[in-house]
């Protein structure tokens, strides 16, 4: 099937980590998005940068592919190539920008650099209902976790971030410690739906502004787990469920006591989360619960937007074309990219 010069039809690239992903968005509407995985980062423990960079390599074409033919376009019907230029792994960052250069050039046509975390933020848009401007949003992943004032596409303000760990990564690391395989955090999740939230203690670190901090609770979790053992060899087999409900609570009371402070502060009641963490089912349900409780009108994009995918890379690559910002074949990834 071929498209009229009047669609609008971008090709989205996402390969900042270890998800291949390529997505077609026709006027808006995201109508592929194909997702290839790594799982053989599970026997290491966390993604071997090396590694998932050979494996993008492998994947990158015939995940493209399999976007184009699911969406029943021709690659000739392409308007633009939109990609994530980072932040992210610059081997697997390089592949995609790579190939997306190479796309672009040889159907000559224009080529769109997206920010990683400005499209997780852009994901609301890609579904119903969707965010009005100005609105906040709690960006949560493995890698980074803000608090982003949106007061346009692309018009964004950090308002407060983690000062060491993200959350996702304090979700695996605690996973770890409880003999939990990665990715470690989906699995705290599952268990933590069948323990008691209150049965351990855990402080909330004491930030100024909006700004968070993970790396004290991890060593507060270490430390309890490696003295309750010491009298109790089986303390976390006996406890698993408790120990991750309690361990749980705690992110989030972290990640949602901020999140209302500045919405407070900034008088705003749009309230949306991102990122791969936004897909626990405790955070959901607590910010449901303060969304009630504030009056907030909440935003969460649909799990497979949630995630690393190109579905968010393509949405942001059309609101970057009706605007016309492209960028020339000199781009190069970054490692480090700032809203």
């Known amino acids: 099937m071929s ?9 989205g ?6 998800e291949t992903s390529a997505s077609i968005c026709i006027d808006g509407q995201i109508v592929s998005n194909v997702t290839a995985t790594q799982a053989i980062h599970e ?33 000739n019907d392409i308007n633009a190539v939109a990609f994530t230029r980072g932040p992210g792994l610059l081997g697997a960052l390089l592949v995609g920008t790579s190939f997306a250069k190479a796309f672009a050039l040889g159907l000559s046509i224009p080529l769109i650099e997206i920010n990683h975390m400005q ?8 579904d119903t209902p969707k965010p009005s401007f100005p609105f906040l949003c709690l960006t949560v992943s493995g890698g980074h976790t803000q608090i982003v004032l949106v007061k346009d596409y ?3 303000e950090v308002m407060g971030e983690t000062t060491d760990d993200a959350a996702g990564e304090a979700f695996d690391k605690s996973a770890k410690m409880l003999g939990l395989p990665y990715p470690g955090g989906p699995l705290i999740d599952k268990h933590a739906k069948e323990g008691d939230a209150n049965k351990y203690k855990f402080t909330e670190p004491q930030i100024p502004g909006f700004n968070f901090s993970f790396s004290g609770l991890k060593t507060q979790i270490l430390y309890f787990i490696q003295k309750e053992s010491k009298t109790n060899p089986n303390f976390v087999a006996e406890n698993l469920n408790d120990l991750c409900a309690s361990i749980q609570s705690r992110i989030i009371s972290i990640l949602l006591n901020k999140l209302e402070a500045a919405a407070d502060q900034l008088g705003i009641t749009d309230i949306a989360i991102a990122g791969g963490v936004s ?3 405790g955070l959901r349900a607590e910010l449901q619960r303060l969304a ?17 995918n190109a579905g968010m890379i393509a949405i942001a690559g059309y609101q970057k074309y009706l605007k016309g910002e492209f960028i020339g074949q000199d781009v190069a990834p970054l490692a480090r990219y700032h809203i």
């Open 43 to 75: 026997q290491y423990g966390g993604v071997i940068p090396e590694i998932a960079s050979r494996i993008h390599q492998q994947n990158i074409i015939p995940v493209v592919d399999s976007a184009i033919k699911n969406a029943k376009i021709s690659k």
């Open 279 to 281: 897909a626990n089912s």
């Open 3 to 11: 498209y009229s010069l009047k669609k609008t039809i971008i090709l």
């Open 119 to 126: 499209a997780h933020v852009l994901a609301h848009f890609i």
């Open 292 to 308: 009630n409780k504030k009056g907030w009108n909440t935003f969460i994009p649909a799990f497979e937007y949630c995630t690393d």
């Open 13 to 18: 690239i996402e390969s900042s980590c270890d």
């Open 154 to 156: 692309f018009e964004m």
